[in-house]
C-alpha cells in the first residue's frame, strides 16, 4: 500500500493511504477527543467531537471517518475545533443528568473526562428534558436511558460482537433511543446478557447491576485472569476491591478474545464467594463428612485408588476431565491416568 504525507499540528508524518486523521494523529500520539469512535467497532462519525480542522476544507470533517490525503494540513486543537467540540458538549449535557457525585461510571466517564478537559460544567441550553424510566429488568445490567448520548456503540456493539442485532435507534430527533424491538425490556427480548454493550457504553447509560454500590472505579483494582468457564481462554479483569471480587470488565488487551464477552465470563463470577463453596477438604467417617488437611485428604485419595487399582485392576478406573480446566490440567489427568492407574478409560466433556 503506497503512502500518504500529510501536516499534523505543524508536523509532517507518513501514513498508509486509507488511513484516518484520527489513526495518523494516533501515530504521532495526539490523541483526539472522541465519544462515538471505538478501535473495535466500525466507524460512525456520529458523536462530531473529534472534529478537526482541514486546510481548503468548507467546514470541520469527522477524523474518524476522513481517509488523510496527499498533502494534507490538518489542526486538531484550533481555536474553532475547540470551540465546536465545546458546544458540542454543552448539547450533549443539557439533556444529561449532571448527578457525577453518585454515578456509578463516576472516574470512568468519557463524556465528564472531556467536560472537564474543555471547561464544561454545566449546559447554556434549556429546554425539555428526558425523565426514562431507569430500567433494571434485565438481571445483570442497568439501563439509564437519561445518561444516554446516542452514540451508537451498545447497538454496533451487538451487532457486530455477538451478532444479536438486539439494539437499534428507536424514534427521530429529540426522542431518539436506543431501544430493543417494539421498545419492550431488556429481559423480555434477544438479549443474551453478555454485557457487550455495556463495555463499550462511554457514560452512566449502561452499567453492571452485580458493581452497583460496591466502590468508586479509581477504588478499585483489575486483575487480568483468564475465564475458567470453557476452553475457549477468553481473558478480562476482576475488578477488587478489599480483597474481595466485586465485578468482571473487558480488558482489551486480551488476544483471544478482545473485549467480547459471554454471559458466563461476565456475570457467572459471583461463585467464588458464595457461602455455600466449599473451602477445605471433607473426609466422611463414621457416615458424616468432616473437614480434613489437604495432606490427609491426598493420602486418602492415593490410597482409595492404589487399593482398587490391586484388587480390580487397572480398567476398574476412569477418568473424566473437563473443559473448565486448563489445557495443562487436562494433560495431567491424562497422563495421570495412563501413566499411574495403567489405563486409557480416559474421556473429556468438550467432545461431545
Given at each position: 500500500m503506497s503512502l500518504v504525507k500529510l501536516t499534523i499540528n505543524g508536523k509532517e508524518v507518513e501514513v498508509e493511504e486509507e488511513t484516518t486523521i484520527l489513526k495518523a494523529a494516533e501515530q504521532m500520539g495526539i490523541n483526539i477527543p472522541r465519544l462515538c469512535y471505538d478501535d473495535d467497532l466500525s466507524p460512525a462519525g456520529a458523536c462530531r467531537l473529534c472534529v478537526v480542522e482541514v486546510k481548503g476544507a468548507r467546514n470541520l470533517v469527522a477524523s474518524c471517518v476522513t481517509a488523510v490525503s496527499p498533502g494534507m494540513v490538518v489542526e486538531t486543537e484550533s481555536p474553532i475545533v475547540v470551540k465546536s467540540r465545546r458546544t458540542t458538549l454543552d448539547l450533549l449535557i443539557s439533556n444529561h443528568p449532571l448527578d457525577c457525585l453518585t454515578c456509578e461510571k463516576s472516574g470512568d466517564c468519557l463524556l465528564a473526562e472531556y467536560c472537564y478537559k474543555y471547561g464544561v460544567k454545566e449546559s447554556s441550553f434549556e429546554g425539555e428534558k428526558h425523565e426514562y424510566e431507569i430500567e433494571e429488568s434485565n438481571p445483570f445490567i442497568i439501563r439509564d436511558l437519561n445518561k444516554c448520548i446516542q452514540c451508537g456503540k451498545c447497538i454496533r456493539a451487538c451487532d457486530e460482537w455477538t451478532g444479536i442485532h438486539n439494539l437499534n435507534f428507536a424514534n427521530r430527533g429529540f426522542d431518539s433511543k436506543p431501544a430493543t424491538s417494539f421498545d419492550s425490556a431488556y429481559v423480555d427480548s434477544d438479549c443474551v446478557f453478555c454485557g457487550n454493550c455495556v463495555s463499550v457504553c462511554p457514560t452512566g447509560a449502561l452499567t453492571e447491576k452485580q458493581m452497583k454500590h460496591q466502590g468508586r472505579r479509581w477504588e478499585i483494582q483489575k486483575v487480568k485472569t483468564t475465564c475458567p468457564f470453557c476452553g475457549t481462554g477468553c481473558n478480562f479483569d476482576l475488578c477488587v476491591k478489599d480483597d474481595r471480587i466485586v465485578g468482571v470488565t473487558a480488558n482489551r488487551t486480551s488476544v483471544v478474545n478482545g473485549?467480547?464477552?459471554?454471559?458466563?465470563?461476565?456475570?457467572?463470577?459471583?461463585?467464588?464467594?458464595?457461602?455455600?463453596?466449599?473451602?477445605?477438604?471433607?473426609?466422611?467417617?463414621?457416615?458424616?463428612?468432616?473437614?480434613?488437611?489437604?495432606?490427609?485428604a491426598l493420602d486418602l485419595v492415593a490410597t482409595r485408588l492404589k487399593g482398587i487399582k490391586n484388587q480390580y485392576g487397572p480398567d476398574a478406573f476412569a477418568a473424566l476431565s473437563s473443559a473448565r480446566c486448563t489445557n495443562e490440567e487436562n494433560y495431567l489427568v491424562q497422563k495421570f491416568t495412563r501413566a499411574v492407574m495403567g489405563t486409557n478409560s480416559v474421556d473429556h466433556c468438550a467432545r461431545t
Open positions: 473485549r467480547a464477552l459471554c454471559i458466563k465470563g461476565h456475570y457467572g463470577w459471583d461463585f467464588v464467594q458464595n457461602e455455600k463453596r466449599l473451602t477445605t477438604p471433607l473426609i466422611k467417617k463414621d457416615g458424616e463428612f468432616v473437614p480434613a488437611s489437604w495432606d490427609e
